[in-house]
């Protein structure tokens, strides 16, 4: 472990940056693509039945409960749909 906190963010960053060139280089070797969303998509945090957006969502709350709708879906599975609609959304422009 690194003891100068700022290079340590800056290895881990290199890191993510390898990853990802990593990742479109093979995507592209084979015929597939990479679709970035915003960091900050809410996607744990909408509701991937009715799109309402909950405010209040504790890290704890491991099934995502709708209060608009009462779905109710594990939060892992809800956050991938609502990131692969992202995804899909970003790609139609």
Known sequence: MLKNH?????????????????LEYKA??????????????????KCSNCDHKKEDLKLSER????DECGFSIVRDLNAAINIEREGLRVLAY
């Open 28 to 45: 592209t070797l084979f015929g597939n693509f990479i679709v970035s969303i915003d960091k900050w998509f809410p996607s744990s945090k």
């Open 6 to 22: 700022k290079l340590a963010k800056a290895i881990s960053d290199l890191s993510w940056y390898a990853f990802k060139r990593q």
């Open 63 to 66: 099934t995502y409960r709708c």
